[in-house]
Structures are given as C-alpha cells and as structure tokens.
C-alpha cells in the first residue's frame, strides 16, 4: 500500500489476451532451471498434519476439515518489533496478538522479505542488507512473531518483496545487480517525485535475471529456514498460510510498454509460484496484487496475471481516499459515493475470481483515515467504521452465497504504538509504512467502535461455518 499515485486512472479499454505460457524468462535466462531443480530435491514431509494447512477446496479456504474464512489485519512491522534487540518490542508484540485474538482476527499479513535502501521513504533497515547478507536479528524477530502466532492458532500471509519503496523493494534488487541508481519518488522532480520513473526502474526487476536470481536466493533461505524459537522448518509450519511474492507487484508503469512487459511479468508470477511450490508443498501462494487497479486498470491483464495453476488465490485492494474517490473521510453524499464505487470495485473481482478463475478471492487491503483526517486518539471514526462494516458484509454475504471472496484483512493494526513515542522505541511502530504520515490509516488498541466491528465480522463468519 502507498498514497495516492496518478499514473493509473485510465480508462478500461476493450479486452485483449495475454499469453501466460510465453516463458519469456526461461527463454532469456538459464538461471530457472538450476533453482527449479535444486529447489524440487529438498521437500521434505512435514511433521503436522495435512489438515493443519489452509488449503483451497471447492472455491473456499478449509482448514482441519472447516471453511476458513476470516477478517484479519495487516501489520507489516512484526518481525522489526520482535527484534531482541528492541526494548520491550516482543512483549508489545505477544500483546498485540492477543489483542487481535480477541476481535477473532487469526490471520495477519506480516512483511517477511525487506531490502536495505538509499531512497529517501524507505526503512532504513532491510532484511536483506545486501546480496547474500541477511540480517538474523530481523530473522530471528519474524521466528518469534511466528512462533507467538503458532502458540494462539493464528496464520499469517508472509509478503516476500514489494513493489514500492518503502521496504526496499524490488528497485533494490535491480540496483544490487545493474549498479544504477534508483529514481527516488520521495524527492522533488520540479514539484513532487517522479514516480513513473520510479514505477519504470521496478518493473525492470522482472527482465533483468540476477536481480531475479537474489530474489530467489532470499526465497530459499527463507523456505529452508528452521525457527530458532520453536524449531519448525518454515516450509513445514502450518503458522503460515501463504507465500505471497511481493506487495502490490505491478507489470509496468504505463501502457506505453504493455505489449513487452505484460507477458514478462505473467511469466514472472507463474515461474516464481512453481519454484515456491517445487519447494514447499504444504502452503499457498499468491501474488499480492492490488488487483485490475495495479494491473493496468484492465481484467484481462489481472486474468492474465493469476491463470497460473501454481496461484491458489487471488488478492484485491481497494483505497478510496488515496484513489481520488473521496475528498475527506466523513459520513455524507460523498461517502455515499465513494463506498459505492469501493463495494462495485470488489464486486467485479468477486465476480472474476468466481466465475472466470474460479480462485478464492481476499480483500487484503483497504482502511480509511479517522473522521476529517484526524490524527488525536480522541477523534470519532465514524466514516471508517461504517467502510469496514459494509466491506465486511460483503465478505459475509460472499461466503454465505458460496462465491470466491472469502477474507479481508484491514490496514492496518498499530495497536499501542504511538507516532509520539521517543526513538527507538517499540510505541513507533505503527501500521503505516515509513514512507506515510504515522497513524493515517492505523486501528489503535483504543479504537473500541472499531475493534467492536472487527469482533462482530468474525462473529458472523463463525455463525456462518457452522
């Protein structure tokens, strides 16, 4: 997730195939092939049983023989505040997760894959510190996370890069491998950042093949990884839902350059999900896409995107405020309007992902700033309640009508974090990206009308399983 960005308010254009079996990559490079093949020799049988996994059965999520449907939150920051060497960070973080158990929130999207970079809104501090150098502090905290989720039957959906550059990201990867430097969106062009220029530097990520290959090689570790809390392999931990390739992966900046890139990136979606799957067979994966709004406004291109037998599901996010759709986060006649479009914007994904994938779908992103913007604890939430309540009524009645969408996980939680809290601090993390205004779009521990929303969403989905 990231603010508002102009370049994609184009207009739906008529359908058009894509090719998803060019293999474009694998024609270009031999480095595929070796990770397919080393990757296919180490699966293992796990030791929990296979019920313990959500799998996708008939359309819908199942787990231990039940549907698996959820409203869930995002918290991207969990393997930063479970740092050892942050103070108080892991028993803020047990906390939080106990907080979200309460509401019924088992599922959390967790940031597992960050890249340290120069850009201006980045963090400062990446996983991947730079090729082949992985930081085990930040490693160690994503174990601690999991390993508190797995001790409160919680699931997560672990995001493995991004798209944008708040967490490094992909640009990094192509910087690492080309030496280039990397369009900074966060520093002024003549008036704001150049963020075609920065969306056109990540999209080479996807044809340029070592920026692929040290993807992969963090893909690896990760898969391979043992927890140094509770001692699971990652790959068999049934704590984990899904692998999702990265936040928000877009196949280009524009249509300008859709003929080449289109296929170049279904290409990319379909060989990384095979090689994720020749090593892990117990869990999901996804793409993380924002849905048609990130591929190019156009459904086929989306269609294209998520053919592959090797995407067990498919993602749609929806930001009314950052999409232009809303002025200010305020009940009324534009409120109206906006959660209208935000409710017709799901909707037509629901209706792809039933009728023409024929894939579960999850609303994995949406939130909304508290009323008029307001960033004092002691603001009403009034418009941001109401959204949630009505996106999660469409979940509700999605599952009961045995259609594709099944889940939505809200953006994002903070909890007890505080924007006010000193440095270094485990109160400074938040639910917004480092690159966003601190509690934008945050749920706080003291939001009780939200938190009561959250709780009764879940409620109905239970009622509704039986």
């Not at 730079?130 to 905290?141: F, T």
């Not at 928000?248 to 003929?259: I, K, V």
Request: with cysteine; proline share 6%.
């Amino acid at each position: 997730m990231r603010l508002y960005c102009p370049n994609h308010r184009t207009i739906l254009q008529p359908m058009k195939t894509f090719p998803t079996s060019r293999r474009h990559f694998l024609k270009t490079t031999a480095l595929a092939l070796p990770a397919l093949a080393s990757g296919c020799a180490g699966i293992s049988t796990s030791k929990h049983s296979p019920a313990d996994f959500v799998r996708v059965r008939g359309g819908r999520f199942e787990r231990r023989g039940r549907p698996d449907s959820y409203v869930g939150a995002n918290m991207w920051s969990g393997c930063y505040l479970a740092d050892p060497a942050l103070p108080g960070g892991r028993a803020r973080l047990a906390r939080e997760l106990d907080r979200l158990r309460d509401v019924g929130a088992t599922n959390i999207r967790l940031l597992a894959g960050s890249e340290t970079s120069p850009l201006a809104g980045a963090i400062p501090r990446g996983i991947t510190r730079a090729p082949h150098d992985y930081d085990e502090a930040l490693l160690r905290g994503l174990d601690f996370c999991l390993a508190e989720m797995a001790r409160r039957d919680m699931r997560a959906i672990l995001f493995l890069s991004n798209y944008w550059q708040w967490s490094g990201g992909f640009t990094q990867y192509v910087r690492w491998s080309t030496g280039q430097i990397i369009p900074d969106p966060d520093k002024p062009v003549v008036a704001r950042g150049d963020w075609h220029a920065f969306m056109q530097f990540s999209a080479r990520f996807y044809r340029t093949p070592a920026a692929v290959e040290l993807y992969r090689d963090y893909v690896r570790q990760i898969l391979h990884r043992k927890n140094t809390v509770n001692g699971r392999i990652y790959r068999e931990d049934p704590a984990i839902m899904t692998w999702e390739l990265a936040n928000e992966p877009r196949p280009c900046a524009d249509d300008s350059t859709m003929e080449r890139d289109v296929p170049i990136f279904c290409d990319w979606l379909d060989t990384t999900a095979h090689f994720i799957k020749g090593q892990d067979e117990n869990h999901l994966v996804c793409t993380g896409s924002e849905g048609v709004w990130g591929c190019l406004q156009k459904p086929e291109v989306f269609i294209a995107a998520h053919q592959s037998p090797a995407i067990d599901y498919v993602t749609v996010h929806v930001w009314p405020k950052n999409w232009g759709w809303l002025k200010a986060a305020c009940l009324g006649p534009d409120f109206e309007v906006a959660a209208g479009k935000a409710h017709d914007h799901v909707e037509m994904h629901n209706a792809i992902a039933t009728n023409t994938l024929k894939k579960p779908l999850v609303l994995e992103e949406f939130g909304l700033p508290r009323d008029y913007e307001s960033y004092s604890l002691d603001s009403p939430t009034s418009a941001r309640d109401e959204y949630y309540r009505r996106m999660f009524d469409q979940v509700v009645e999605s599952c009961r009508a045995g259609r594709a969408l099944q889940a939505a996980n809200f953006w994002a939680w903070a909890g007890e974090g505080r924007a006010t809290a000193v440095p270094n601090s485990a109160r400074r993390y938040l639910g917004d990206p480092p690159c966003e205004l601190q509690g934008l779009n945050s749920v706080f521990n003291t939001d009780h009308t939200t938190l009561a929303v959250i709780r009764q969403a879940n409620a109905d989905l239970v009622r509704l399983a039986g």
